[in-house]
């Protein structure tokens, strides 16, 4: 990977020493990105849109830094990107969609008010897979993201923007959204550090929904320390969410200096490539070295989790995309009467995998098979937090690849199962509503080149300052910057 502007070399947290210093400064920052997405987005296309208004913020950024005007604002001056599903208001808010290729936001997200309120730029919004579904940004109604580490390769989804964004060197962080890995899975193939909060932690006013028991957002970061602090901004109660949690009551999760890791060694067989397989036992490795305990166990109905992910995510989302008719929200198309403008709407409006969503969903909700799938999906996931619940009596993280295979090649994966199988390890995550990290474990090597492979810490609810303790121990302090 190259480094050679400035953002690329600092995380969140020396940038805004280097701000407090006065030798570079918010309005130096904001031009970096600006030149690097000038530079480097012609073929990333990590980018949908990139906010202009964000040179006068960090002038007033720059300023507020001269005249000592920092206080609660740990994020002041510092340049961001957002996922395009997420509300900025009076930006465009696409969600990578045909459907809403000209819907503007008439609100912000609680997160984007809280990221603001924190002092943040804007610089952009990042390209994703059509309503977050998918693994690769192939699904974007506006074109694919590439690879920073390797262009001919896919940069992962569905947050491939936001992932390739910050691994491009354009911005420190990015956010992502994730229902099933979205933030994670990319996070790996790019090479950088990826959280997915406890459900209820972030509130989700204002993210366009996918799943919602499972999505969450969470930050795309170069360190673990700037996912923490990433999160402690975006995360707490929201009066506008009621599913958000009080972080006093879900934050209790003790953190230790030993730690016992579980290792699921069944599930590991599910076609994990022996590369990826070698760098995860050599992180085991490390982890005893550094004291940590390391055990077997087994997870028998967490490795059911795809297939019920399959049939919950579904469900969720052909209820929730329901609101996109033609009538109320985005592309409308003239028909003959009511039923005529919905068909039409939805058939122009949605792309091939968003429809294979809706109709698998509509399907298993439907009266006389709703019992037999959504039903018996619903009792997989039941089982799965028991199983979770008996499993972290015994240990402190679980621990996985995040993926299966590094980064694969544009239009490798074009059969839609098997690019669902990406997902094996992550999934059960967000059925199961817990915490996991993913940062970079090492490199496998693919012919000429080498490609990153994430490792993934699962926490128990409300575990995440023991994910952050855990991975600045074996990640960060690790980095030689
Ligand atoms: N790749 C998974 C899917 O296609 C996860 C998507 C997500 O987390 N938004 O459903």
């Given amino acids: 990977m190259n480094k050679e502007n400035k953002i690329q070399k600092s995380t969140i947290l020396d940038l805004r020493a280097k701000f407090v210093a006065g030798d570079f400064t918010p309005t130096d920052a904001v031009a970096e990105a600006f030149k690097t997405i000038e530079e480097k987005d012609g073929s990333i296309h990590a980018f949908l849109a990139v906010y202009e208004d964000a040179k006068a913020e960090a002038k007033a950024a720059t300023k507020a830094y001269a005249n000592s005007e920092t206080e609660n604002k740990p994020l002041l001056g510092v340049p961001i990107a957002i996922k395009n599903n997420i509300l900025i208001k009076g930006k465009k808010a696409t969600a990578g969609s045909k459907m809403l290729e000209n819907y503007t936001a008439v609100y912000n997200a609680t997160i984007v008010e809280r990221l603001k309120n924190a002092g943040a730029i804007i610089v952009g919004a990042t390209n994703m897979d059509e309503f977050a579904m998918g693994g690769s940004t ?8 590439k690879n920073p580490v390797d262009e001919t390769r896919v940069p992962g989804g569905s947050s491939g923007g936001s992932a390739a964004a910050v691994a491009m060197g354009a911005v420190p962080m990015a956010i992502g959204t994730d229902t099933g890995g979205s933030i994670r899975q990319p996070a790996s193939y790019c090479g950088i550090v990826g959280f997915k909060p406890t459900y209820g932690a972030v509130p989700r006013y204002g993210i366009i929904a996918m799943g919602s028991s499972l999505d969450q957002a969470g930050p795309l970061t170069n360190t673990v320390a700037d996912a923490e602090l990433i999160h402690n901004v975006i995360s707490g109660l929201d009066e506008k969410d009621a599913t958000t ?30 590369s990826i397989l070698e760098t995860f036992e050599n992180h085991i490795k490390l982890l005893k070295e550094a004291g940590h305990e390391v055990v077997d166990i087994e997870l028998p109905f967490f490795e059911k989790g795809l297939s019920a992910y399959y049939i919950v995510m579904p469900a969720e989302v052909s209820s929730n995309l329901a609101r996109f008719d033609g009538m109320r929200y ?38 006389g098979y709703y019992d037999a799938y959504y039903g018996k999906a619903e009792l997989v996931r039941k089982k799965m937090r028991q199983e979770l619940a008996e499993v972290f009596a015994k240990v402190d993280i679980i621990l996985t690849p995040t993926t299966p295979t590094p980064a694969f090649k544009f239009g490798e994966q074009s059969d839609a199962l098997a690019m669902y199988k990406q997902d094996v390890f992550t999934v059960p995550v967000n059925l199961t509503g817990v915490p996991a990290l993913t940062f970079p474990m090492g490199n496998v090597a693919e012919g000429e080149i080498e490609l990153p492979v994430g490792v993934q810490y699962i926490a128990p609810h409300g575990g995440e300052d023991r994910l952050f303790a855990l991975g600045k121990e074996m990640y960060d302090s690790k980095l030689d910057s």
């Fill in 138 to 145: 192939e699904n974007s109604a506006f074109g694919v993201t």
């Fill in 330 to 367: 985005g592309h409308s198309a003239d028909g003959n009467d009511l039923l005529d403008v919905y068909e039409k709407s939805r058939a122009e409006g949605f792309g091939e995998e968003v429809k294979r969503r809706i109709l698998l969903g509509t399907y298993v909700l439907s009266s």
């Fill in 245 to 274: 949690i009080v972080p006093d009551t879900y934050r209790e999760v003790e953190v230790k200096k030993k730690n016992v890791f579980g290792v699921p060694r069944s599930f590991l067989q599910s076609g994990v490539d022996a």
